[in-house]
């Protein structure tokens, strides 16, 4: 498993996190229960954008390989 398919592992377990937190919050009836789950979810989905800005950065990188590999077709 290469660092791109582990952020995009860890990404999708955040997203289940946050919707679970979001109907937890939904469907309590304690207000400081409720409270509880709103910050987890709001929590979530700050780990959420972290997490996709990393996704985006590294698919947007090249790698070496692709590098060398521009290197020598322009030679």
């Given at each position: 498993m290469?660092?791109?398919?582990?952020?995009?592992?860890?990404?999708?377990?955040?997203?289940r996190?946050?919707?679970?937190?979001?109907?937890?919050?939904?469907?309590?009836?304690?207000?400081?229960?409720?409270?509880?789950?709103?910050?987890?979810?709001?929590?979530?989905?700050?780990?959420?954008?972290?997490?996709?800005?990393?996704?985006?950065?590294?698919?947007?990188?090249?790698?070496?390989?692709?590098?060398?590999?521009?290197?020598?077709?322009?030679?």
């Amino acid at each position: 498993m290469d660092s791109l398919e582990f952020l995009n592992d860890v990404l999708e377990d955040k997203i289940r996190s946050q919707a679970f937190y979001n109907d937890a919050a939904v469907k309590v009836r304690n207000p400081s229960a409720r409270q509880l789950f709103i910050k987890l979810r709001d929590e979530e989905m700050r780990h959420i954008e972290i997490l996709q800005k990393e996704v985006v950065a590294m698919e947007n990188k090249p790698f070496v390989v692709t590098k060398i590999l521009a290197k020598i077709k322009n030679q």
